[in-house]
T-cell receptor, first 111, second 114 residues
Framework: QQQVKQSPQSLIVQKGGISIINCAYE??????FPWYQQFPGKGPALLIA?????SEKKEGRFTISFNKSAKQFSLHIMDSQPGDSATYFC??????????FGSGTRLLVRP | DGGITQSPKYLFRKEGQNVTLSCEQN?????MYWYRQDPGQGLRLIYY???????QKGDIAEGYSVSREKKESFPLTVTSAQKNPTAFYLC?????????????FGSGTRLTVV
């Protein structure tokens, strides 16, 4: 019940296209859902996050869509650029300290 | 600037040696964490600490040890009991009681067995 399932494992998108990464969770106590972006050889960095009281949050080209009833959330990257090529992790947490991370998605944006 | 500093960036270990990875933060965070990341894989929790002088095992604690004598520091020792230590090690910290909000990672240490 503590797991966060992430898909796809890898994704290839053409420049200018939309990248979509999906995550699902079971624990209804989760109330914080961040996405992290990791470039090779670097630590993950917070990209965008959402709480379950809203269904969507947008920051620039990055949007989180949240479906509380389905216990799913997704990251949409609009107008994907080669510089967006990285590994993306979804995560979730409740009142505990720890974030529970998804398994990661390797995104490659072709020029 | 506030952040997490991991050192060294690269570390080489001979068979049978213990090595210690350093993690220091100046974010005044209460909680600190160690993760292991294998190539193309996700993040696996090794140990975490919510307060000074206290820590808990994560999912893959065997072959590792930690200490938390100061709020700012959470060193990880990879012991000779860890049979496959080659990996990328990440340290993170967060504010207490915020449910993961403000989770910040260091830049990692790449450990290689030679």
């Amino acid at each position: 019940q503590q797991q966060v399932k992430q898909s796809p494992q890898s994704l290839i998108v053409q420049k200018g296209g939309i990248s979509i990464i999906n995550c699902a969770y079971e624990n209804t106590a989760f109330d914080y859902f961040p996405w992290y972006q990791q470039f090779p050889g670097k630590g993950p960095a917070l990209l965008i996050a959402i709480r379950p009281d809203v269904s969507e949050k947008k920051e620039g080209r990055f949007t989180i869509s949240f479906n509380k009833s389905a216990k799913q959330f997704s990251l949409h990257i609009m107008d994907s650029q080669p510089g967006d090529s990285a590994t993306y992790f979804c995560a979730a947490s409740s009142s505990s300290y720890k974030l529970i991370f998804g398994s990661g998605t390797r995104l490659l944006v072709r020029p | 600037d506030g952040g997490i500093t991991q050192s060294p960036k690269y570390l080489f270990r001979k068979e049978g040696q213990n090595v210690t990875l350093s993690c220091e933060q100046n974010l005044n965070h209460d909680a600190m964490y160690w993760y292991r990341q294998d190539p193309g894989q996700g993040l696996r929790l090794i140990y975490y600490s919510q307060i000074v002088n206290d820590f808990q095992k994560g999912d893959i604690a065997e072959g590792y040890s930690v200490s938390r004598e100061k709020k700012e520091s959470f060193p990880l020792t990879v012991t000779s009991a860890q049979k496959n230590p080659t990996a990328f090690y990440l340290c993170a910290s967060s504010t207490a009681g915020t449910g993961g909000y403000g989770y910040t990672f260091g830049s990692g240490t790449r450990l290689t067995v030679v």
